[in-house]
């Protein structure tokens, strides 16, 4: 390209730095909210957790992952979704910022365009943005262990806001003495006060919240009905049964070894 100039001008293309990612390896892309403790106080979230952001959330990763090419999983909790390129992945030949701020851009806009399905009347009152990073990862191992570590970072948080929104909301503490209560505490202790104080075994919370969601392609049998004319037996109902690859929503375990025993093709 920088020998076969169309113009004088042309050789700026030779700026371009390459950021092509390594082969072989899985290529994360997360993405995660600008600012979004004040997008969400703006925007009236529900404490801990706003049903309707998750929804949205997820809603536009399905987005990403039905309109860009390549991606086999992709985890999200509160205000971040992480997206994971097949290790084989040739798309815009593996190139780092292609790959980032397609994802970034499709799930900004498919945000906004699909604000009024999850929150109705309620107004998107200034355009959301979302930061990206990119991270390779070599081995499964390396992967699984990356996706681990955002499912332990969803449990700790929630457990965390669990427990303070309870004492705030159930409790009648101030945020302030709310903050000060779990000053300090262990896991052990917040699900041992949300217990003892308030009867609530945190493990019977909604599995959203304490697993965040996991987005996979399944093969989905579709069954649909249709009226046909047949030469001699005259109009007919038949039914078809088709397989069809959609992407599926999970709120599971994705630390332990089940989850990718059931989803053996995820990993290459
Ligand atoms: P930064 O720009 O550095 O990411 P941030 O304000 O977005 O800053 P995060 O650490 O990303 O900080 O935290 C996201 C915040 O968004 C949470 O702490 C929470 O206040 C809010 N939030 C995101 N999703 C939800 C939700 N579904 N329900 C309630 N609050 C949410
Ligand atoms: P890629 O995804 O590789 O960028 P592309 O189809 O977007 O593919 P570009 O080289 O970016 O290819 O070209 C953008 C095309 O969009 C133009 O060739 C033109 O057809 C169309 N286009 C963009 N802006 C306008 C406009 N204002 N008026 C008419 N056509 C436009
Ligand atoms: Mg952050
Ligand atoms: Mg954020
Ligand atoms: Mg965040
Ligand atoms: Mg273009």
């Not at 290529?27 to 403790?37: A, E, Y």
């Amino acid at each position: 390209s920088c020998v076969m100039a169309k113009s004088k001008f042309e050789y700026v293309r030779c700026f371009e730095t390459d950021d092509t990612c390594l082969r072989n390896c899985y290529i994360v892309v997360r993405l995660d909210g600008r600012n979004f403790h004040k997008f969400a106080e703006q925007h009236n979230f529900m404490k801990p957790n706003d049903d309707r952001a998750l929804g949205l959330m997820a809603r536009s990763a399905r987005s990403v992952m039905e309109d860009l090419e390549d991606i086999a999983i992709a985890y999200g909790q509160s205000d971040e979704f992480s997206f994971v390129f097949k290790r084989s992945t040739n798309w815009f030949k593996r190139r780092g910022s292609k790959l980032m701020t397609h994802v970034a851009s499709q799930f900004s806009s498919s945000y906004v365009f699909y604000w009024k399905e999850y929150f109705g009347e309620q107004p998107l009152i200034y355009p959301p943005g979302f930061d990206g990073r990119v991270v390779l990862y070599p081995t499964n191992r390396n992967l699984k262990d990356y996706l681990s570590w955002r499912q332990a970072d969803c449990h700790i948080n929630n457990l965390y806001n669990t427990a303070f929104w309870t004492l705030v909301h159930k409790g009648g503490l101030s945020t302030t003495q709310a903050e000060e209560r779990l000053n300090g505490t262990l896991s052990a202790d917040k699900n041992e006060m949300l217990f003892s104080e308030f009867n609530m075994n945190y493990n019977n919370e909604s599995p959203l919240h304490r697993k965040g969601t996991t987005l996979i392609w399944e093969k989905v049998d579709e069954t649909s009905t249709k009226r046909i004319t047949l030469p001699k037996e005259g109009e007919k109902e038949v039914t078809f049964t088709r397989s069809r690859r959609k992407v599926t929503a999970h709120n599971c375990d994705i630390i332990g070894d089940l989850f990718w025993e059931e989803h053996p093709d995820i990993l290459e």
